[in-house]
C-alpha cells in the first residue's frame, strides 16, 4: 500500500474536495462532522488514496449564511481549482451552493442538509445528497406516530426552509395513514432564537393530544426546559426530528424528555460489528465517542471515494451522471446512491428518549434502512421534473 508520502512522491496533484460547512454557527453538530471526514480522509489516504493520489479537503465556514457560503464556493472553485464541492449544514444554504454548482457546472455532493428541494423540485444531474432527507424522516417517525391514540397534533419548527419541509411532509404522510387526525396549529419560530416560554404557552391553548418537534440545538433545549417547567408534556406524546442525535439528545442530560420517539443514534448501545468498528477507530483518534455528525462526516468520504473509484475519473460530466447506483460504506452500513433523484440510501435509527443513569439516550431503537422510507419511482418523477 501506498504511504501519502510516496503518493506526493509520484509528482501527481491531490484530489481536492472543497467542503463548505456551518463550523461557527453550529459547532454541536458541524465540528464532529469535521472530525469524522478528517478521520476517513486519513485512512484514505492510509490505504494508497484515491486513483493513485492523495486526497485533501480545503474546508470553509459559511456561517450559517448563502452569501458566505456562495463566496466560498467561488474561491473553492476559481482560486483553490477544487475538483468538488460537498458540505452544508442548513438547508437554505445547501440549496444555494446547488445552484452554485448547476450554474458552474461542478459536483456538489450535500453532506447535512435535508430539504427534500435538493433532489426533488430543485434537483439537477451536479447534486447528490448523502443524509435521509425530511420526507424519509417524516416517513419513519409516522409509521410510529400513526400507532398512537392521538388524533389531535400541534407542530413547532423553526421558520426556514427544514422546518417548513419537515412539517409539511408529516402531516401530509400521517393524514394519508390516519385520516381522523387534525392539526389544530403550528408554532414557527425563527430559527436560533426561539421565545420558549411563548411557544410552550401557544401550543398548551391549542390542547393538542400530541405535537410534533423539528427544533434542534439550542432551541431544543430552551423548548424542553420550557415545556417541563410548564406541564406541557404531561399526558402528550412528542415525536421529534433529530432528536435522538447525540450532539441534541446528550447535553439534555437529567432533563431529557421521557418517551419522545425519535430519530437519531444510539451510540451508547452495541448496533454491529461495523459501527463498534467505527466508533472504536473514532475514540481513538479523538478520545471521545462519535456523534451524529461524525458518521456524516465520515460516510461522506466513502460516498464520494467508491464511485470515483469505480468510474476511475473526475470528469465532472461523468461524475454527475455516473454516480448512480453505486455503492459505498457507511458506519451505518452499505448504501447506494439512486440514480433516479440522486438520493443516498443511508438510513438513520427510530427510537424513543429516556434518562438512564443521569444520562440522556435512545431506547427501543431500530434502524429504518432509507430505500424503504422513499416514495416509488412514479411518483419521483412527478416530485422532480428534470427527470
Not at 484530489?15 to 478521520?39: C, D, M, V
Not at 446547488?98 to 461542478?106: E, L, T
Not at 426530528?241 to 452495541?270: C, K, N, R, S
Not at 440522486?342 to 431506547?363: E, I, L, P
Request: net charge neutral; aromatic share 10%; with cysteine.
Amino acid at each position: 500500500m501506498l504511504s501519502p508520502a510516496i503518493i506526493r512522491a509520484q509528482g501527481t496533484r491531490p484530489i481536492r474536495i472543497g467542503e463548505i460547512n456551518s463550523y461557527s454557527s453550529a459547532p454541536a453538530f458541524t465540528l464532529p462532522y469535521r472530525r469524522g471526514w478528517q478521520l476517513a480522509v486519513e485512512q484514505l489516504n492510509a490505504r494508497g488514496g484515491l486513483l493513485g493520489r492523495e486526497v485533501e479537503i480545503i474546508s470553509r465556514d459559511d456561517e450559517g449564511k448563502p452569501s458566505v457560503a456562495l463566496r466560498a464556493a467561488e474561491e473553492l472553485v476559481r482560486r483553490n481549482g477544487v475538483d468538488l464541492l460537498a458540505g452544508a449544514y442548513l438547508s437554505h444554504v445547501g440549496l444555494a451552493i446547488s445552484d452554485f454548482a448547476r450554474q458552474h457546472r461542478i459536483l456538489f455532493v450535500a453532506s447535512e442538509p435535508l430539504t427534500d428541494a435538493l433532489v426533488w423540485d430543485q434537483g439537477h444531474r451536479y447534486c447528490y445528497r448523502l443524509r435521509p432527507s425530511t420526507y424519509m424522516l417524516a416517513a419513519m417517525l409516522v409509521e410510529e406516530a400513526a400507532q398512537l391514540k392521538a388524533t389531535r397534533w400541534a407542530t413547532i419548527a423553526p421558520n426556514y426552509e427544514y422546518g417548513q419541509s419537515a412539517v409539511r411532509w408529516f402531516m401530509h404522510l400521517l393524514r394519508s395513514r390516519r385520516p381522523d387526525v387534525e392539526f389544530v396549529g403550528s408554532q414557527w419560530p425563527p430559527l436560533g432564537s426561539i421565545d420558549a416560554g411563548a411557544v410552550v404557552n401557544a401550543l398548551a391553548q391549542q390542547n393538542p393530544d400530541a405535537i410534533l418537534n423539528v427544533t434542534f440545538g439550542p432551541d431544543l433545549a430552551r423548548f424542553v426546559r420550557q415545556g417541563h417547567d410548564r406541564g406541557l408534556f404531561r399526558g402528550r406524546s412528542v415525536v421529534s426530528f433529530t432528536t435522538g442525535e447525540p450532539e441534541y439528545l446528550h447535553p439534555l442530560g437529567q432533563d431529557a424528555p421521557e418517551g419522545w420517539i425519535v430519530t437519531g443514534y444510539p451510540v451508547t448501545e452495541v448496533l454491529d460489528d461495523t459501527n463498534d468498528g467505527f466508533i472504536s477507530a473514532y475514540a481513538a483518534r479523538y478520545g471521545e465517542a462519535p456523534t451524529m455528525g461524525s458518521v456524516v462526516g465520515h460516510a461522506l468520504i466513502s460516498s464520494l471515494a467508491a464511485p470515483i473509484e469505480k468510474l476511475g475519473t473526475l470528469d465532472t460530466e461523468k461524475m454527475a451522471d455516473g454516480f448512480g447506483n453505486i455503492g459505498f460504506d457507511t458506519p451505518f452500513g452499505r448504501a447506494i446512491w439512486r440514480a433516479i433523484d440522486h438520493q443516498s440510501t443511508m438510513g438513520t435509527f427510530v427510537g424513543r428518549t429516556t434518562v438512564r443513569n443521569g444520562k440522556a439516550v435512545m431506547v427501543d431503537w431500530k434502524y429504518r434502512d432509507g430505500e424503504a422510507m422513499l416514495p416509488p419511482d412514479a411518483e419521483i418523477r412527478k416530485l422532480r421534473p428534470a427527470i
